[in-house]
């Protein structure tokens, strides 16, 4: 079962990724349209407060994962890299071959 930090670190991933922009920008669309309308009817009214209480709620969970992501810097780095970065000057397949 993979940890926590790996999960919060694919919702990042996938909140900033082309497939979920097009929904936030209708949400976001939505949300203007039903503001700006001089009479919106009753199911009109629910439906506004709901998708700003949800893109709210959205906007804290990117927060708090982000917080958390940065308390655990290999969330959003490359762990090859990582080990790249920390290995003595011959990197790869360096060490194995005198090059």
Do not use: I
């Given at each position: 079962m993979p940890n926590?930090?790996?999960i919060i670190s694919t919702f990042l991933q996938e909140l900033h990724s082309k497939e979920v922009k097009?929904?936030?920008e209708s949400l976001t669309f939505l949300l203007e349209?039903?503001?700006?309308k001089e009479e919106p009817d009753a199911e009109e009214i629910r439906i506004f407060?709901?998708?700003y209480q949800a893109l709210e709620k959205l906007q804290t969970l990117e927060a708090l994962a982000k917080q958390r992501?940065?308390?655990f810097p290999s969330l959003t780095g490359n762990r090859l890299q990582d080990l790249y970065d920390k290995a003595p000057?011959?990197?790869?397949t360096q060490a194995l071959f005198k090059i």
């Open positions: 926590s930090n790996k097009p929904m936030l349209y039903l503001e700006n407060e709901a998708a992501a940065a308390k000057t011959k990197v790869g």
